[in-house]
């Protein structure tokens, strides 16, 4: 495991994991759960770096049943979604907390929004800087480099930092 970046607590049987056991990936996704012959089996949970988790019933390594639960609490349903349709297009958090007062924004589902850093945006699960074309976790560690399809949809559709003046300039 020390070549792939991957790491593991846990019990072993016949020098494969095997028992109650965590597995962190190189990408801080971690399992905690029941492991069976070096594989995921039984019930266990992937948390995410972005605070998700995934809870599931596992067999030979692939789940067999599970639900998604996003960071703020939303769980996700594959059938009769209503969050964030073309009928209602509140953030979670409104739905839970209600609506702010008029003329009061809540540009994100987190509240207070992350500040973005200058000439970036904000893609989903980091910060995308547009000239080195690297996206970063909100915690500044490197997560991917974007091809052109997805920086094109990153400045054309994700929320940016200001790095313009706006409003009235008087004249010189």
Not at 7 to 12: L, N, P
Not at 35 to 61: A, C, Q, R, S
Request: aromatic share 16%.
């Amino acid at each position: 495991m020390e070549f792939t970046g991957s790491s593991y607590k846990g019990t072993f049987k016949h020098g494969r994991m095997e028992g109650d056991g965590q597995y962190t990936f190189p990408t801080e996704t971690r399992y905690v759960g029941e492991i069976k012959d070096g594989m995921f089996h039984g019930k266990g949970v992937l948390f995410f770096p972005n605070g998700g988790k995934y809870e599931g019933t596992w067999e030979k390594g692939i789940s067999k049943q599970g639900k998604y639960v996003f960071s703020d609490g939303l769980e996700y349903l594959d059938k009769d979604w209503d969050y964030c349709d073309g009928y209602d297009r509140r953030f979670y958090t409104e739905r839970c907390n209600g609506l702010k007062p008029a003329g009061v924004s809540q540009l994100t589902n987190l509240d207070p929004p992350r500040v973005i850093p200058d000439g970036c945006y904000d893609c989903g699960d980091g910060f995308y800087d547009p000239y080195t074309r690297v996206i970063t976790d909100y915690e500044q560690h490197f997560l991917r480099t974007a091809d052109d399809c997805e920086h094109e949809w990153i400045t054309r559709s994700c929320r940016k930092s200001w790095d313009e003046i706006i409003g009235h300039l008087p004249d010189n």
